[in-house]
């Protein structure tokens, strides 16, 4: 294990030797974690390395087989959430984990509601809500607002102020960056420095290495549930090293070359004059034969609107849809999957997969008539089918049969990019592809996204992250405020220019 010279300042929060086991699984084989207060202590890892069980051995949702918990040098028990709460450790979940039919006040003291002789004090609660959020930068959410009609940004933001309500000592962030704009983690990384000054111990996780450098302090690196690393400096480890302790390899952040779209290539998906009233408006674009576009923008811009518009999942107000010339009835999913659409969602976990389900089941989902023998579904064969595609995209924990909700986020990821190569779509639409996925798994899903366009796919993808639309694509569309403001070759435009053109817009 690399360690280095441990600080003067006695830890805050210490973890000790702590193993976790599940049936049939070791999820944590003796992982140490000295965290200090006022710092920022990140923790990496490849998706399974162990991260999230330790976060959830630490919030109380998971008991530790073996080791100990110590604050301020005593140790402690937790055995359910509200302990860790009583505490002072709070916990933001990478996944949102808001309540929907509830009012962001009322998610915001969800667990620990304000009251006195038993009444409850929501206006105190509104207050006090009004007032985390003005200190997050994010006034316009309104305390008395229904959660559910928050964008996943916003509900991240009410996540966030969640965790600041607690008033804790040691506050866990999974990914926390991962579906805001960069005027947003410019606020979260403000509202982190105030905290940091206060003397909160902030335990931040992010496969953003330029969220490592900018923020952290020191680094704890995990790998197969073991501590690989600990101590090392955020600002000078170099990346390569980083990697190297991840995966246990030199692994480069390569795109791929493209292979190029040849002239002639039929267009595959042809939108024209899509709206979405109060989303996004006149929206026309092509996409060929082995063509991967992209759609590059802020959050909040409309781009997941239009893949989901296309999908189907939302009618459109005006416009139209066409795979290989056939228009598609507006607004019916169903007649999209079946002209060839295959859609890999933002939130994969709320939206694209079924958590207690198999993972073969996940991956035939879209694909049942193949599988049907007499009426009735052949296990054997969707089994098979699952499995040959989870052995070729390197599936891990290996096995189709365990529940979906045991994979790491990367590997989620794979099983939905797993179910469209099985119903073998034409067009392929990736929103947010991977977000939440470690620097190795990256890597395999963009030589899988390269893999499906040399097939003939046309992939449409939406990122937060420029380099990323700009790296995959051949061709990229900006778009600003709900409309496309620039449609051009990729290598015409780099990360300056994509975002000049979305300010311009959004000053327009």
Not at 70 to 89: E, F, N, R, W, Y
Not at 231 to 246: E, Q, V
Request: one cysteine or more.
């Amino acid at each position: 294990m690399v360690t280095v010279d441990p600080p003067n300042q006695p830890p805050l929060l210490q973890m000790r030797g702590i193993v976790k086991q599940f049936p049939g699984a070791r999820a944590l084989d003796g992982v140490d974690l000295d965290v200090l207060p006022g710092e920022v202590h990140c923790l990496l890892g490849q998706n399974g390395a162990g991260k999230s069980t330790l976060i959830k051995v630490l919030a109380g949702a998971h008991q530790p087989t073996e080791g100990e918990v110590l604050v301020d040098g005593q140790a402690v028990t937790i055995p359910h959430p509200v302990a860790a709460l009583k505490l002072g450790i709070a916990t933001m979940y990478q996944e949102l984990d808001v309540v929907g039919g509830l009012t962001v006040a009322e998610n915001v003291y969800l667990g620990h509601e304000l009251a006195s002789g038993g009444v409850s004090r929501r206006r105190e609660a509104r207050r006090r809500t009004t007032e985390i959020l003005a200190r997050l930068g994010h006034p316009e959410i309104h305390a008395g607002q229904e959660v559910g009609t928050l964008s996943a940004a916003q509900q991240q933001i009410v996540s966030m102020a969640r965790a600041l309500s607690h008033d804790a000592r040691v506050i866990v962030m999974d990914e926390p960056s991962a579906v805001l704009d960069s005027d947003e983690v410019g606020n979260l990384f403000r509202v982190v420095a105030e905290l940091t000054a206060q003397g909160v111990a902030i335990v931040y996780i992010s496969h953003r290495m330029e969220e490592i450098r900018a923020i952290g302090d020191r680094i704890t690196v995990l790998k197969d549930g073991r501590t690989v690393a600990r101590d090392l400096p955020a600002s000078t480890t170099p990346t390569r090293d980083l990697i190297r302790l991840m995966t246990g390899r030199s692994v480069e952040y390569a795109f791929g070359e493209s292979a190029g779209v040849p002239a002639d290539a039929p267009v595959v998906l042809d939108v024209q004059g899509l709206a979405l009233r109060g989303a996004f408006a006149d929206v026309s674009f092509q996409v060929r034969a082995g063509e991967i576009v992209g759609l590059a923008g802020l959050v909040g811009s409309g781009r997941s609107e239009i893949l989901e518009t296309v999908y189907g999942a939302r009618r459109a107000s005006a416009g139209t849809v066409a795979v290989g010339g056939q228009r598609l009835r507006p607004g019916t999913v169903s007649a999209a999957v079946r002209a060839g659409i295959g859609l890999a969602p933002e939130e994969r976990k709320a939206q694209g997969l079924l958590l207690d389900e198999p993972v073969y089941r996940n991956i035939t989902l879209s694909t049942f008539g193949r599988f049907a023998r007499g009426g009735l579904l052949d296990e054997r064969a969707e089994r098979t089918a699952a499995q040959e595609q989870a052995e070729a995209l390197d599936l891990r924990p290996t096995g189709v049969d365990r529940a979906i909700r045991t994979l790491s986020g990367g590997n989620q990821q794979k099983a939905m990019l797993a179910r469209w190569l099985v119903h073998g779509c034409r067009v392929l639409l990736l929103d947010e592809p991977t977000r939440g996925v470690d620097v190795g798994a990256r890597a395999e899903i963009y030589a899988l996204v390269r893999r499906l366009a040399e097939s003939g796919a046309a992939v449409v993808v939406v990122s937060s992250e420029i380099p990323e639309v700009l790296g995959l694509a051949d061709r990229v569309l900006v778009v600003s405020e709900g409309r496309v403001v620039h449609e051009g070759p990729a290598t015409a435009i780099d990360e300056h220019g994509v975002l000049d053109l979305v300010m311009e817009g959004s000053a327009a």
